[in-house]
Structures are given as structure tokens and as C-alpha cells.
């Protein structure tokens, strides 16, 4: 074994220093410029160079009625999506887990979670348009057109459907796979103590695939949480900001107003909530557990 | 006897039933693909009218073309004279394809280096994975305000590195949490008895353990390189031309100022957007699991 060589002493080094420093570089430096924006005032089509405003930016978010109406509309898109999402993933398993062609449902599905949401958004616009497909079976079944993106209730329901085609397959995979890791004789010995049907499914199926349900509505809801691209392509955020998300309006603050101090406020704002969220799923999700090495 | 058809005609109704709820789930899965594919062949007076067009012979690939720039008369039947100002796609699916690939490429030398470390010496564990995860959990539209600040104080927006820089902060950690778990998969007995051959550690990464994961290896670019082919966001805000707009910039842009006009055009983009996925997905399938889930489920 030679042992003099630099690429056997300082193995550990060569390997990790250099990613390590890339990256902490890459998330430090915009992380310190968007602290110190945050606490600026720095409008783009103004001209001026930013300037310190101390916590202004905190008590403009207070009375920000639209920064409080989208984080409502963020919460309330994401958690009816993931439920959504998750029942109709679960039934789905359930039902294919049966059937031995399940590969063939698992190729089809995995196409839609890749496909670009702005692609998405697009199809879904065609879709939902007045004088779409959608309306067009609506009629057919002799119902009355629906205005599917007019009203903010249904612009929600909307982009909810939206997202719940794109990720439902994620669901049902994951929990596949749970229900798929499930041994047989578990199922046997329920049967032999005389356990079928629902009882089989609460007491035996059930705890088995918690550990994946958990670890697929997590992760899903983390996502949902920062959707913009199908809002961005289907509703821009209307009608009267119905579908307004967190991620959608920090854009348009930042981006189509130029108020980046303002905006790195509430980028900053939703960082920090977002951590909160995400280590609280660490922890009691066990996450950290199912992952550790 | 009664009771046993009973039962027999029970389990037929409940797994036909069974199999007309799969039917019902794959239509509510396969139209919208369906669907766009369709807009994007259809001709314009087909598209969205009154009757709906649900199928149709009357076939084009007139939106294909004006896609890619073509100037000349199209549409036939009624001699409409296709957009002759509309941009082509080119560009925008270079600098998609440009900027993924090298972004995705350079995360991959990063990564696996550093996943090895980690994995190979115990580097950091518990802690650095959640560091890791949070970093890819980090939402677009946060990265996407101090990176287009630092960047036009270089005066580096609109071009390729700006946004290959961008990605890597994400690229980085999803390769790295990805191969940490292929890397876990291999002995540590394999680059043991190569050190005992004369490898160096280094080495013996390189030339005995990395072509052992090389069809993971290729998954991990496939999916990394998808993450970065559908990334809008912080595209959208770091560039401003076709120099170094991506695809979803630019078919956000053009459904924006076509305001529907073009819906035939728009679809027929759509229909190149999913064409890396529809290609690239009978390879990723068996690793697509693992990478959505950031390396959780094996």
C-alpha cells in the first residue's frame, strides 16, 4: 500500500474541500446579500442605490394585506393538493398493488412528474379554456359550462387539479412501493388469526406503509408550498389574487414592481417559515432517521 | 351451489369495477397529453371551436414549423401567411440544453467527489445530509433576488454563467444526496483490496469504484438535468434575450404576449418541452423514485 502519495494522504481533503468550499461560498454570499438587502429599501426603477431602513420592511409586511392573503392562499392551495393527492394516491396503490402489470402504470406515471409544470400550466389552460375539452364533457353530460377560471373559488379548485395530475403518480409510487415491501406472511398470519378486510388494512397494511406516507406527504407539502410556475401559466395569480402564492408574489414584488428591498424581506420571511416547516418534518416525520448513514 | 355464484358473480363485479376505476384514472392521466400533442397538429380553426375537435385527420405540422422561425406561407387550405415575426425556438432549446448539461456536469465532478469523501471517510454525517437536503429545499424564488443582485453588479446577467452558477447551488447537493446512497450500496472492501493493488485513494475512486455506479452515475444526470431543463424561476429573472432564456422562459413569454392567439404554435413548444422526458424516461424509471425523494427510498 503506498501511503506518501498526496492522493492517499490528503484523500479526504482532495475530495471534500473543494465542493465543500463551492458550496459554501455559493449559498453564504447571496444568503449575507439578501440579509442585508432585507433591511434596505432598494427600488429598481428608482435608480438610487439601497439604502439602510433599519425593520421598515417588517412593519410594511405587517399591513401588507396581499404578503398575509397569498401566504393564505399558499397554505390553503398546498394542504388541499397534498390531501387530494394523497387519497387518490393511496387508493390507486391500493388498487393496482393487486395487479402484477403494476410497471406498466409506474412508466406512465413517471412521465408526468417530469414534465415541465410550464408545460403543464399550458396544457391545463387549454384545457380549462371556455371552450375547452373540459367544458366539452361537461356539456356532453348535459351540465352547464363552468367558468373554471372566472371565479377565485374555481381558480383554486383549478390549480388544484393542476397539481394534483402532476404529483398525484408521486403518492402512488411511493406508497407502491411501501405496500410492495410489505411480506406475505404478514398477510398469511392475519389471515390464519381469522383478520380480513378492513381490519386487515388498519392493523396489518396501515402501519406497514405509515414510515412512506409520512415521508411522501412531507416531502410533497414542502414542494407545494413553493408553487409558481402553473399559477404563473394558468392565472397569474388572479382572478382578484384567488391564486396568488407566497413564491408568486415575492416575484412580482421583486421583479415586474422592482421593490427588492421589500421583496427580500418577505424572501427572507418565507426562508426562515419554510426551515421551521422543514426541520419540523425532520423531526417528526423521522426523516433524518430513514436517511442517516 | 346458490350461494357459491353469488360469490362468483360478486368478485367478477368487484374486479371489473376494479379495472373500470384503472380505466377512468389512466383517461384523467393520458388526455391532457393527449390533448396538447393534438392542439399542436391541429389547424388553427380547429383548435378550441365550437363543435370541439375531440379527433380529426385534418393534420399539420405548420405550428412546428413557425416554431422553429419558418417565415413563408403556411396553413395551406385557406392561404394564411404564418407569423412571419415570431421567433424561432432554436436558441432558447440550445441555451436549455447548453446551460443544463454544463451546470449538471460540472455539479456531477463536484458531487460524486464529495459524496466519496463523505461516504469513504464518515465526513460530517447527520448533520451535513440535513444541510445538504435543506440547501435543495431552498425555494427558487429565494435564490432568485440575491443572485440577480450579485450578477448585475458583475454585470453578468443575461449569459450562460450566471445561470450554470445558479443552478449549481442546487445541482450540487441533489447530485451529492444522490450518490451518497449509490456509494453506501458498494463494499467498502472494493476500494480496500484495490489500495492493496497499488491504487492510491484517489485512485482507487476513480478508476475501481466509479465505473461500479456508472449506469447511476447517468441516471443522476439524466434527473439532474431534467430539474434544471424545467427550471422557470430564477431562469426567468437572471436572463432577458434569447442569448440565455431557457425553453420555459420563452414559452412563458410567448403565451403572455400571444394572450391565446397561438395556442396551435404554444402546444407545439409543449410538445417539445416533454419530448427529453418521453425519451429519457424508460432509463431514469428505476432510479426516478430515488431522486424525487433526494435519495430517501432506494
Known amino acids: 500500500m503506498r501511503t506518501d502519495n498526496i492522493f492517499d494522504k490528503y ?19 447571496p444568503t449575507v ?57 393511496l387508493s390507486l396503490a391500493l388498487i393496482v398493488s393487486g395487479i402484477k402489470k403494476s410497471i406498466f402504470f409506474k412508466t406512465i406515471f413517471i412521465i408526468s412528474m417530469m414534465i415541465p409544470p410550464i408545460v403543464i400550466g399550458l396544457n391545463f389552460k387549454l384545457i380549462y379554456d371556455q371552450f375547452g375539452p373540459l367544458n366539452g364533457i361537461f356539456k356532453m353530460l348535459g351540465f352547464s359550462e363552468v367558468g373554471w377560471l372566472t371565479s377565485p373559488g374555481m381558480a383554486r379548485i383549478s390549480i388544484i387539479m ?52 409520512t415521508l411522501a406527504v412531507a416531502l410533497r407539502f414542502i414542494e407545494a408550498l413553493k408553487l409558481f410556475d402553473i399559477i404563473l401559466m394558468i392565472t397569474f395569480g388572479g ?45 417528526f416525520v423521522g426523516l433524518r432517521k430513514r436517511l442517516e448513514w | 351451489m346458490a350461494t357459491i355464484s353469488y360469490w362468483k358473480i360478486r368478485k367478477k363485479l368487484s374486479v371489473s369495477i376494479k379495472y373500470l376505476l384503472l380505466f377512468l384514472v389512466l383517461i384523467f392521466f393520458l388526455f391532457p397529453v393527449y390533448w396538447l400533442i393534438l392542439t399542436s397538429v391541429k389547424y388553427p380553426g380547429d383548435i378550441n371551436s365550437n363543435p370541439i375537435v375531440w379527433i380529426t385527420t385534418r393534420l399539420t405540422v405548420d405550428n412546428f414549423k413557425l416554431l422553429f422561425g419558418y417565415k413563408g406561407a403556411v396553413w395551406g387550405e385557406k392561404g394564411y401567411v404564418g407569423r412571419s415575426y415570431m421567433q424561432s425556438i432554436a436558441p432558447f432549446l440550445i441555451n436549455s440544453i447548453g446551460i443544463g448539461t454544463i451546470s449538471t456536469l460540472i455539479a456531477m465532478i463536484l458531487g460524486a467527489n464529495f459524496a466519496y469523501g463523505i ?59 444522490m450518490l451518497i446512497g449509490f456509494f453506501k450500496d458498494i463494499p467498502s472492501d472494493i476500494p480496500d483490496a484495490a489500495r492493496i493493488d497499488g491504487y492510491t485513494q484517489v485512485g482507487a475512486f476513480y478508476k475501481v469504484v466509479l465505473p461500479l455506479i456508472l449506469p447511476g452515475l447517468v441516471a443522476v444526470f439524466i434527473i439532474s438535468f431534467l430539474f434544471n431543463w424545467n427550471e422557470l424561476l430564477i431562469a426567468a429573472t437572471l436572463t432577458t434575450s434569447d442569448a440565455s432564456q431557457t425553453f420555459p422562459v420563452f414559452t412563458a413569454n410567448f403565451v403572455q404576449v400571444e394572450r391565446g392567439t397561438a395556442w396551435g404554435i404554444a402546444a407545439a413548444g409543449g410538445v417539445v418541452g416533454i419530448l427529453p422526458v418521453v425519451l429519457l424516461s424508460s432509463y431514469i424509471q428505476k432510479y426516478m423514485l430515488r431522486g424525487l425523494s433526494m435519495g430517501a427510498i432506494r
Open chain 1, 11 to 29: 484523500a479526504k481533503q482532495i475530495l471534500i474541500v473543494p465542493s465543500l468550499v463551492i458550496l459554501i461560498i455559493l449559498i453564504m454570499y
Open chain 1, 33 to 89: 446579500y439578501l440579509l442585508r438587502m432585507s433591511f434596505s429599501s432598494y427600488d429598481l426603477t428608482s435608480g438610487n442605490p439601497p439604502a439602510f431602513n433599519r425593520i421598515d420592511n417588517l412593519n410594511i409586511l405587517i399591513k401588507d394585506k396581499y404578503f398575509w392573503q397569498s401566504m393564505i392562499n399558499t397554505i390553503l392551495i398546498s394542504i388541499s393538493a397534498v390531501m387530494v393527492e394523497f387519497i387518490l394516491g
Open chain 1, 162 to 213: 393542476a397539481d394534483v395530475w402532476q404529483w398525484t403518480p408521486f403518492m402512488f409510487i411511493i406508497i407502491l412501493a411501501g405496500l410492495q415491501s410489505v411480506p406475505d406472511e404478514y398477510y398469511d398470519t392475519a389471515k390464519v388469526d381469522g383478520v380480513g378486510g378492513i381490519k386487515m388494512f388498519l392493523f396489518v397494511t396501515w402501519p406497514m406503509i405509515l414510515p412512506s406516507i
Open chain 1, 239 to 283: 382572478p382578484s389574487g384567488a391564486t396568488e402564492t407566497l413564491s408568486l408574489y415575492i416575484y412580482r414584488t421583486a421583479f415586474r414592481f422592482g421593490d427588492l428591498g421589500y421583496a427580500s424581506f418577505m424572501a427572507f420571511t418565507m426562508l426562515i417559515l419554510l426551515s421551521i416547516v422543514i426541520t419540523l418534518f425532520l423531526r
Open chain 2, 119 to 177: 461516504v469513504r471517510f464518515n465526513f460530517g454525517r447527520q448533520n451535513l445530509y440535513t444541510w445538504l437536503l435543506s440547501l435543495r429545499m431552498i425555494p427558487p424564488v429565494v435564490i432568485s433576488i440575491p443572485m440577480f443582485l450579485i450578477f448585475n453588479t458583475f454585470r453578468m446577467l443575461n449569459t450562460w454563467t450566471s445561470l450554470i452558477i445558479a443552478y449549481l447551488l442546487t445541482n450540487i447537493p441533489f447530485v451529492t444526496l
